[in-house]
């Protein structure tokens, strides 16, 4: 079973990708003369991405709303949308957004856990994913929503752990 796990801002997708390996890729655009051309950049990037991967399911970190003011969360959303459709287009199985303090406080056991306490525990649980993303927080939270998207298609599909998530 594959399952992505996407972090977002307003002009940045990373993806932690677990299939038996893991894989991580971050896309990013400097801004741009229009927002189009900085989505329409993301898009490409994502499609070439996720084109000819096994179809699995997608969790995508929900936008978070109020910070800094409505134009952040509106930015976000359009590239949650994005990552949405460019994973439907490209055969997906699913996918679902989740909530900062839901992933936190399944996976960290905190929802209101900061940068650092994720970081710590994908460090003391998944040294190898840890080291994989190499300190980008991006990346960190990318995992760690890969991580709880995993147990929720194990708990769905009653696979009872067989989903490898560090090789």
Known sequence: MVIYGFDL?????????FDGDVDVFTAEVKKQQSRAQELLQLSQALDEYLGG??????????P???????????LQSQVDG?????????GQLGCYSVNNKTWKKAI?????????????????????????VDGDQDLVD???????????VERAQGLGGALQLDP
């Open 9 to 17: 801002s307003s002009r940045k997708i990373a993806v932690v990708t």
């Open 82 to 90: 994005l990552i949405q459709v460019a994973a439907l287009r490209s």
């Open 108 to 132: 960290v056991g905190n929802g209101n856990a900061s940068k650092e306490q994720s970081a710590a525990w994908l460090a003391a649980t998944h040294p190898v994913l840890s080291d994989l």
């Open 53 to 62: 991967r096994v179809p699995g399911y997608c969790y995508i970190e929900a």
């Open 64 to 74: 978070v709303v109020g910070r800094g003011g409505a134009r952040p969360t509106v």
């Open 142 to 152: 990318a995992a760690c929503v890969a991580i709880y998207g995993a147990r929720v």
